[in-house]
């Protein structure tokens, strides 16, 4: 079973997900979604995922508020440079030098920054561990450098590597 399907749970929730979708429970939309399920679990298999980790729950849920505070203020700073045209501000890319190795750490970083209105994950150099984030209100380079660091890597660094 682990050979055909090596992620159950995965191959479980993208079936469910096809189902929702399509919003049919026909015995021809449960095959179609059950091969589309296994073909998805397999093709990740071949990423070979790392295995997660022993992941701490205190700074995941202090991460989870922090994000969720920086998103509705990014929302506003967006929406305020967009419909009044503040032409002040200065679209540019920043380079942080990151200490997190974990991959999945790294991983979920990259989603917290594309998810965040006004900041995107372009690049990372895994030798030289050093992303290049682009930031559409670019003001000081050394307050981006310090809030990446220490207000997102700095808890991922717990959850993920003591």
């Known amino acids: 079973m682990t050979r055909w399907i090596p992620y159950p749970a995965v191959t479980a929730g993208l079936l469910l997900l096809w189902l929702l979708l399509t ?6 939309q449960v095959l179609l979604g059950a091969a589309v399920a296994v ?3 397999r093709a990740m298999a071949l990423l070979r995922p ?16 922090l994000v969720m ?4 203020r990014s929302n506003l700073a967006v929406a305020a440079i ?9 679209a540019d890319f920043v ?4 200490d997190l190795a974990d991959r999945n750490g790294l991983a979920l970083l990259a989603l917290i920054i594309s998810a965040t209105p006004g900041t995107l994950w372009v690049d990372y150099d895994r030798r030289k561990r ?6 559409l209100d670019l003001i000081d380079e050394a307050q981006w450098v310090a ?6 890597e700095a808890l991922l660094i717990e959850a993920f590597e003591r």
Not at 23 to 28: E, I, K, L, Y
Not at 130 to 135: F, I, N, S, T
């Open 50 to 65: 790392p295995p997660p980790g022993r992941i701490r729950i205190a700074p995941m849920l202090r991460l989870a508020g």
């Open 147 to 152: 809030l990446i660091k220490d207000r997102y």
């Open 23 to 28: 919003q049919s429970f026909s015995a021809g």
């Open 39 to 41: 073909f998805a679990g």
């Open 95 to 98: 380079r942080i030098p990151l």
């Open 69 to 72: 505070i920086d998103v509705v």
């Open 82 to 90: 967009v419909l009044f045209r503040r032409r002040d501000r200065v």
């Open 130 to 135: 050093l992303l290049l984030l682009h930031v």
